[in-house]
């Protein structure tokens, strides 16, 4: 296997490409983790390494129930 070394600003300019054209995750992806987990109305949820929170926004939004998020991204560089 490769290692590929530590680069720290390596995805720094990439954050704005990945929100604005990385797929959503689907909204059935989301309800069968809600289910799975037995995450119920009120629970929250703690997304490490964020990035632009697109899985905690999909998981706030859920239609079934909604969910207070945090999302919590760490730079290494800071």
Known sequence: MTTVPFEPRR???????YG??????PDALIERVITRT???PGDRLLDLGCGPGQIGIAFAAA????????????HRDR
Do not use: D
Request: hydrophobic share 30%.
């Open 38 to 40: 037995g995450l119920r």
């Open 11 to 17: 995805f720094r300019t990439t954050a704005a490409y």
């Open 63 to 74: 239609k079934r129930t909604r969910h207070p998020g945090a999302g919590w991204k760490i």
């Open 20 to 25: 604005r054209f990385r797929v959503p995750y």
